[in-house]
């Protein structure tokens, strides 16, 4: 394969499987990253954060377990629950609070 990384080709996973929560951090796994498209699973430990940053890239955030706040622009914000996704514009300052202990699949595509 020369795209994708870090999951076996014709083996079904469990997408509870691919990234596990650890205490105190944020862990991400990449799938795929090229010039115009990033693929990750992340996953979020309660009370961390990622502070705004701006991308350039059109984002799909996708919760899969837990809860996030989706915070952008200047002082709006957004939660996001287990089921739920966001999608941000590109060039748009955003960043992540953790409500819950969470897992998410992002696309960023530019």
């Known amino acids: 394969m020369n795209i994708m990384k870090n999951i076996e080709p014709y083996l079904p996973v469990s997408i509870d499987g691919i990234i596990e929560n ?13 010039g115009h498209t990033d693929v990750r699973f992340f996953s979020y430990a309660m009370g961390e954060s990622i ?13 899969f377990e837990g809860k996030l706040k989706v915070v952008y622009n200047k002082d709006d914000e957004q939660v996001v629950s287990q089921g739920e996704l966001i999608v941000l514009p590109g060039n748009v300052a955003y960043g992540i609070e953790v409500l819950e202990d969470a897992k998410s699949f992002n696309i960023l595509v530019k």
């Open 22 to 34: 650890s205490p105190h951090t944020i862990a991400s796994k990449a799938l795929c990253s090229t």
């Open 51 to 63: 502070s705004k940053e701006h991308q350039e890239e059109d984002s799909l955030i996708y919760v």
